[in-house]
């Protein structure tokens, strides 16, 4: 599904991805962990395409198509979607107005037609109680005064409504408490199937007592240097990213 | 006298007017023959130049087109409506059975003729409004609103104004006056609009207010004409005792369009709620001057302004609140934001609070901004389209302000519209179209 290869990317004069390559299948779970600095958020950003994040060598393929040629926009419609780590408030725009725009905006590519408001109001409705999220949330401005656990709930919500192929999920353990884990949690775990894919970046082993990976990868300097099952997080867990300098050198 | 100023005067010559109004055109006429006409060095005038005016030649009145004019969208089709066709009355588009508080000039009876000679001309200080002479020296028609005490006007009343293509520029004058007596109630939309054609018109509008006590007073009006037309136009309001004035404005911008706004609170404990929208785009120009005078103690203001300059365009906001020494305990606040949707928008904005009471809590501000980037990347990575984001966020940027505005039909309307008034060709705000809003509350 998802195919990197030697992949690096610089950030204004600062190279942070040097030679990365990574395979995504469908239906598997990868977790990419690493310390501070390692490229983990720029990866999210590299493969929905942000302004800023330069590809400077390597290939991204998706489903059988150059990704990197792609607008972010047309990535989300192909299927890509990145949870943001600190997802944007946007006052002044309902959540209910943009979540509508942005499925309307998927279904319009893939040729369906749009939802009428009833239709879709009835979907974000029952959405909502799949992640806990109080309707309330739905009336106010796009992530305007959430609480972090509300914000990461709503990053939830839209990757349930969009039904990505392939799900980032950038340090969404950041800033949860027990309660917001567990549901952000249990939202992706009710997403996972087959034909989906997942990569879940995180500094933390705990997300991954929730989200059970298939692979873990440790990124550091912007490569992969240890792949292994999830085993591997126990390990970095009890040990630090320290010992595996001697790895990379 | 300019050039400009003879051309007016002559154009006065040429109207024939009921003979009860020569005291106000004679006083206007002379007024406006004596103004110095404004420079660059003209404070009131240093941003937006008349030029556009004083190169175009204006030689008679229009005789419009009447059914060319029922092409434009009605804001709302359903309620009372009085039209005008490039100043001159459309009885055919109007309604057909207005309230008996509404009359024109031209058909007002002793007691409303006695009204508008007592207050035309007098809420308006034409002697520093340049403009407001010249309404007065022009007017021949206009509209009464007249609700007596304790009275609620039943329904909303669109007064359209409609510009449409004639031969060679034609002028055209606008004037409305309300009076709400003690415990009265009316809520009024100015609609100025025209058909798609080009056309280099003039517009000279002025609406003066009185609100009594207790009085409450809603009122939006709308500049949504083409981009060629000139528009100078004047709001005045004289507040009364514990009264109470929700006000909404939107303009486009055009060749040149400039809007001021004078609200004199005059009785103790009037509220003031002033919301302002302006959306120039391509080469437009759009020229907001407000001035909130408190002259007794215990009035409340709170005016916000927010303008999304986009392309080359450019606007202009001078906002002032002025507090006397006699009016303490006067809240007051005033918020101008901006958003330049492109590198050549530019802005000249100056809110001004003149404070002479000491017991008073008053706040003013300004802020210049772009679209936040981050924002954009958000909206995007949802697969919702860079022009479409861009909308979004211009929307969000006034969507508190529509929100407020006084009629429900106009709020829908603009809505509706926005892709139009942000200089979208595309569909792009389909999903704000869609009741959303309201299905939610």
């Known amino acids: 599904m998802l195919s990197i290869k030697n992949l690096s990317a610089t950030v204004g004069d600062t190279t942070i991805l040097r030679d990365l390559s990574l395979s995504v299948k469908p239906g598997e779970v990868h977790a990419i962990m690493g310390p501070n600095g390692a490229g983990k958020s720029t990866l999210g950003n590299i493969l929905t395409g942000r302004e800023g994040y330069d590809v400077t060598g390597g290939s991204v393929e998706f489903d059988g198509k150059n990704l990197l040629e792609l607008d972010t926009e047309e990535r989300a419609r192909e ?31 893939h040729g369906q037609e749009e939802l009428s408001s009833v239709e879709f109001m009835k979907l974000a409705r029952e959405t909502c ?38 799900c980032i999920l950038d340090e969404t353990d950041s800033g949860l408490d027990i309660d917001a884990l567990q549901s952000v949690s249990d939202g992706v775990n009710a997403m996972r199937t087959a034909d989906r894919g997942f990569i879940v970046v995180t500094h933390y082993q705990r997300l991954l ?41 | 006298m300019s050039e400009f100023q003879q051309q007016a005067l002559e154009l006065a010559r040429q109207q024939q007017a009921p003979d009860w109004l020569a005291p106000l055109r004679t006083s206007g006429a002379d007024q406006w023959a004596q103004a110095a006409w404004p420079t660059r060095r003209t404070e009131q005038w240093k941003y937006t130049p008349l030029i556009p005016l004083q190169k175009t030649w204006f030689n008679r009145w229009g005789e419009p087109d009447l059914a060319q004019a029922g092409s434009i969208d009605w804001i709302d089709p359903e309620a009372s409506r009085l039209v005008f066709v490039n100043g001159r009355f459309a009885a055919d588009l109007s309604s057909n059975d207005l309230p008996a ?84 109630q009316a809520s009024v939309v100015e609609h100025f609009a025209s058909t798609a054609d080009s056309q280099s018109g003039f517009v000279n509008s002025l609406t003066e207010v009185v609100v009594g006590d207790n009085a409450r007073f809603r009122h939006c009006r709308v500049h949504l004409e083409q981009e060629d037309l000139i528009h100078v136009g004047g709001v005045h309001v004289n507040l009364g005792r ?25 009785g103790e404990g009037a509220e003031l709620v002033l919301n302002g929208i302006y959306l120039p ?52 606040e005033l918020s101008n934001k901006n958003l330049l949707t492109s590198d050549r928008a530019e802005v000249d904005t100056k809110p ?27 909206l995007q990575s949802r697969g919702i389209s860079r022009l479409e984001a861009e909308v979004m966020l211009s929307f969000g940027f006034i969507n508190e302000l529509l929100r407020e505005a006084p009629e429900p039909a106009l709020q829908a309307w603009l809505r509706r519209h926005l892709n139009v008034l942000l200089g979208r060709p595309e569909q792009l705000t389909r999903h704000l179209d869609t009741g959303i809003e309201d299905s939610l509350s």
Not at chain 1, 79 to 104: C, H, R, T
Not at chain 1, 131 to 159: C, H, P, T, W, Y
Not at chain 2, 284 to 312: A, K, M, W
Not at chain 2, 361 to 369: D, E, F, P
Request: proline share 4%; net charge negative.
């Open chain 1, 79 to 109: 299927g890509i979607f990145l949870a943001f780590q600190y997802p944007v408030e946007i006052p002044g725009v309902s959540n209910m107005e943009f979540l509508k725009a942005a499925v309307d905006a998927k279904r319009a590519h």
């Open chain 1, 129 to 166: 109680k799949q992640v806990r999220m109080d309707q309330a949330f739905l009336k106010r401005g796009v992530n305007e005064g959430f609480s972090g656990g509300e914000k990461k709930r709503n990053e939830i919500l839209q990757m349930m409504l969009l039904e990505p192929r392939l």
């Open chain 1, 209 to 249: 007592d929730y989200i059970e990976p298939d692979f873990v990868h440790v990124l550091a300097k912007g490569r992969i240097v240890k792949s292994g099952t999830k085993e591997l997080a126990k390990e970095l867990e009890a040990k630090g990213y320290g010992w595996l300098d001697s790895e990379v050198a």
């Open chain 2, 101 to 184: 508080e509404v009359v024109r000039f031209a058909e007002a009876g002793p007691e409303q003729r006695a009204l508008i000679e007592q207050h035309l001309g007098q809420v308006v200080d034409s002697e520093r409004h340049l403009f407001a002479a010249l309404s007065n020296a022009w007017t021949d028609d206009g509209v009464l609103l007249h609700v007596p005490a304790g009275q609620q006007l039943s329904g909303p009343l669109y007064v359209v104004h409609v510009s449409t293509p004639e031969a060679e520029p034609t002028p055209a004058g606008q004037r409305l006056l309300i009076v709400l007596d003690s415990g009265a």
């Open chain 2, 242 to 266: 514990a009264s109470h004035m929700n006000g909404f404005t939107l303009a486009q911008g055009s060749r040149l369009k400039r809007i001021d706004y004078q609200i004199n609170h005059r």
């Open chain 2, 281 to 332: 785009r391509n080469r437009q120009l759009v020229d907001y001057h407000t001035n909130v005078e408190h002259c007794v103690p215990h009035c409340t203001t709170s005016e916000t302004f927010r303008g999304i300059i986009g392309d080359s365009s450019r606007a202009v906001f001078n906002g002032r609140i002025h507090i006397h020494p006699d009016a303490q305990k006067t809240l007051a």
């Open chain 2, 352 to 378: 001004e609070l003149e404070i002479y009471a000491d017991d008073v809590r008053c706040a003013h501000g300004a802020t210049v901004s772009q679209l936040d980037p981050t924002a954009l990347y958000y």
